[in-house]
């Protein structure tokens, strides 16, 4: 008899134990859901009725990815307030980008928009340690202005599309990739497989770069255009790119031009006397930015293409 009791006791305190650990799965869903829902509801799409955002109309051909370019005089810049982001963790509180100017352009061709922002550092060879400067541009797959999806990266059903420039895919187009000298100047080696090994053999040294990650390989553009539908569901477009870019540092002020064509049949359409609304990101690497720790735009800009 004492051997049926103790097998019967250990049998309820394994169900009693079991029935604990799903109530505390639920719980935490229910917790989850719940703080999601209150985040959500924090960020619900916001329209700023003013400023609104113009894409003037220039002439040519140009495909207006060009941040020196002549026609960005005839755009007339919005200036956005950047603030830091504490709303999706981990979160940044403190940011050193405060502020950034923003123009468009359209020739019946092409869009493009120009992003201006002070960083009293530049941060383009990434190390272990060490981050790359970095903006974005968000904007409705499809737009419809009285159902925006959320600004923090779209949400299920309402996608969003991001081009993000980065300037270590800039240096890496501008100049190739960074030696390991430059990248650890005081760093002793013997030997790299690069230096001994063929190349298609080296490159299973090379991590993500020698899988062809577009991520990791910025000779292509310095822009990569994404898609999303929330956190944790930003995906690369791979062939379908269409957004290309160029940054250029001028003194202390970055200043990036990204460029998409206009009438596509796929991505994002955009038509001269069309409008959408746009989102914005950037990230100051030497401040320790990247991922969700940014300086963010909170409200939608409208941007209206002239016809």
């Known amino acids: 008899m004492s051997g049926q009791s103790t097998t019967k006791s250990s049998r309820l305190t394994a169900l009693i134990s079991r029935k604990r650990g799903e109530t505390m799965k639920v719980k935490t869903h229910i917790r989850n859901i719940m703080a999601t829902a209150a985040m959500m509801a924090v960020v619900a ?8 955002l113009v894409a003037h109309k220039v002439t040519g051909t140009d495909a207006l990815g060009d941040p020196d370019g002549k026609y960005w005089d005839a755009a007339k810049p919005v200036k956005l307030a950047m603030e830091a982001q504490t709303v999706a963790t981990p979160t940044q509180p403190t940011v050193t980008v405060i502020e950034m100017d923003v123009r468009a352009v359209q020739n019946g061709k092409f869009v493009g928009i120009l992003l201006e922002w002070k960083d009293a550092s530049v941060n383009d060879i990434l190390v272990t340690d060490g981050f790359g400067d970095q903006v974005a541009v968000e904007m409705p797959v499809t737009f419809s202005k009285d159902d925006l999806p959320n600004i923090m990266m779209g949400e299920p059903g309402k ?12 240096r890496d187009k501008d100049k190739g990739k960074p030696t390991t000298e430059q990248i650890y100047p005081n760093l002793h080696y013997d030997m790299y497989p690069d230096k001994v090994l063929p190349a298609e053999t080296a490159k299973l040294y090379t991590g993500a770069h020698g899988l ?8 292509k553009s310095a822009v990569m255009e994404m898609v999303a539908e929330g956190f944790g569901t930003l995906t690369h477009v791979g062939n379908q790119q269409q957004v290309d870019g160029k940054g250029v540092r001028k003194g202390e002020t970055w200043r990036v031009a990204m460029t998409y064509p206009l009438g596509t049949d796929s991505g994002i359409k955009l038509t001269p006397g069309g409008e ?18 940014k300086a963010w735009s909170s409200a939608w800009l409208p941007l209206k293409l002239s016809k």
Not at 212 to 219: E, H
């Open 45 to 52: 799409p916001l329209w700023a009725a003013d400023p609104l």
């Open 159 to 170: 996608p969003v599309s991001i081009w993000q420039w980065r300037a270590p895919h800039q």
């Open 212 to 219: 062809g990650n577009p991520v990791s390989d910025g000779t």
């Open 276 to 293: 959408t609304a746009l989102g914005f990101a950037v990230w100051d690497g030497g401040n320790g930015d990247r991922g969700s720790r």
